[in-house]
């Protein structure tokens, strides 16, 4: 992975999932920094959250949020320049977000995903190269 620092984000119905990612972050020694929240907050709501990580992602930098569907971090991070967020539902949605679609924001469904599903979704996400192929390349651009 080349990435200098991943950011992380979670409202409260991804709180738990943050913290599980959190010591698996340590354990593999990978460059992350949480940005919140930092103690369980019922009332939080996602939108702040997504806007302080997706403010973060730039060429060198990747984020991660978390909320109950992923739904809510998606559609609140894409609003940001230069990212593109993926919801992160299954391994291969995840490997693909990054290998076609150059994917640098993954959103996770709290609700949804095990401890043990989320880390493999990760896992996955981090270690897809985009192809560079030129049909991608392109799509790409039109995003931007």
């Not at 990612?21 to 369980?40: E, R, S, V």
């Not at 043990?116 to 651009?141: M, P, Y």
Request: aromatic share 10%; net charge positive.
């Amino acid at each position: 992975m080349k990435t200098k620092k991943i950011y992380l984000g979670a409202d409260h119905a991804g709180f738990k999932l943050k913290e599980a990612i959190k010591k698996y972050f340590d354990q593999k020694k990978i460059t992350y920094q949480d940005l919140g929240n930092y103690k369980f907050q019922p009332d939080d709501d996602y939108p702040d959250l997504a806007k302080k990580v997706a403010k973060k992602i730039n060429k060198n930098n990747l984020g991660i949020l978390i909320c109950g569907s992923g739904q809510g971090m998606v559609m609140t991070a894409n609003k940001f320049k230069n990212v593109r967020a993926a919801l992160g539902y299954s391994i291969k949605a995840a490997g693909i977000s990054r290998q076609d679609n150059d994917s640098n924001l993954l959103c996770l469904a709290g609700w949804f995903l095990t401890k043990k599903q989320a880390l493999k979704i990760i896992e996955v996400w981090l270690n897809t190269s985009f192809s560079n192929l030129a049909r991608h390349k392109r799509r790409v651009r039109k995003i931007n």
